[in-house]
T-cell receptor, first 119, second 112 residues
Framework: DTEVTQTPKHLVMGMTNKKSLKCEQH?????MYWYKQKAKKPPELMFV???????INESVPSRFSPECPNSSLLNLHLHALQPEDSALYLC??????????????????FGPGTRLTVL | QKEVEQDPGPLSVPEGAIVSLNCTYS??????FMWYRQYSRKGPELLMY????GNKEDGRFTAQVDKSSKYISLFIRDSQPSDSATYLC????????????FGKGTLLTVNP
């Protein structure tokens, strides 16, 4: 099973709302990622968790707050977002965070994404 | 200069055509090269992963890397309508740097 699941599929929120995106994988992967993808653009890395610790924050505004409750789950808490934050938010996981240069450990498996609209 | 450049197309071909998708990169520190396929409203799916110059074949797909020219290609033989998607090249540095840098993506349409 190489599935990464994300909920919800779609989310519409106002600028004063607080919401959370959820991601789950049961492949035993120890690295999990959040990406943001705008229309007709490639994914942009936001955060990386490696062994449940935040290892990379790509200078993402604090209105995005990631959380990794356990090795299978990754959340992205949203607060006071702006309309320009509307995008497809993708979660990915890999067996390792990429230290070995191996196809097996480096392959990132992506979820279907959550399409977020901020009004 | 951007780290990776990819012609965004769009590219439209008839069924059965050979498709060539290309990316160039600027830094020789990049050592790992991937091609992802992304269908509309779906997450990217890894197609090919290479780390050395030369060709790697998987069914109808061939990934080619030329490190001396900093050029990577994906060839699709006998293209099918189901191949219609956006193709993203992605590159990664070696060692502990796991960050993927994606090209802009090329939108491919294969017409029956």
């Amino acid at each position: 099973d190489t599935e990464v699941t994300q909920t919800p599929k779609h989310l519409v929120m106002g600028m004063t709302n607080k919401k959370s995106l959820k991601c789950e994988q049961h492949m035993g992967h120890r690295a999990m990622y959040w990406y943001k993808q705008k229309a007709k653009k490639p994914p942009e890395l936001m955060f990386v968790y490696s062994y449940e610790k935040l290892s990379i924050n790509e200078s993402v505004p604090s209105r995005f707050s990631p959380e990794c409750p356990n090795s299978s789950l990754l959340n992205l808490h949203l607060h006071a977002l702006q309309p320009e934050d509307s995008a497809l938010y993708l979660c990915a996981s890999s067996q390792d965070s990429g230290t070995s240069g191996s196809f097996v450990t480096d392959t990132q498996y992506f979820g279907p994404g959550t399409r977020l609209t901020v009004l | 200069q951007k780290e990776v450049e990819q012609d965004p197309g769009p590219l439209s071909v008839p069924e059965g055509a050979i498709v060539s998708l290309n990316c160039t990169y600027s830094n020789s520190a990049f050592q790992y090269f991937m091609w992802y396929r992304q269908y509309s409203r779906k997450g990217p799916e890894l197609l090919m992963y290479t780390y050395s110059s030369g060709n790697k074949e998987d069914g109808r797909f061939t990934a080619q890397v030329d490190k001396s020219s900093k050029y990577i290609s994906l060839f699709i033989r006998d293209s099918q309508p189901s191949d219609s998607a956006t193709y993203l090249c992605a590159i990664r540095r070696g060692g502990s740097n796991y960050k993927l840098t994606f090209g802009k993506g090329t939108l491919l349409t294969v017409n029956p």
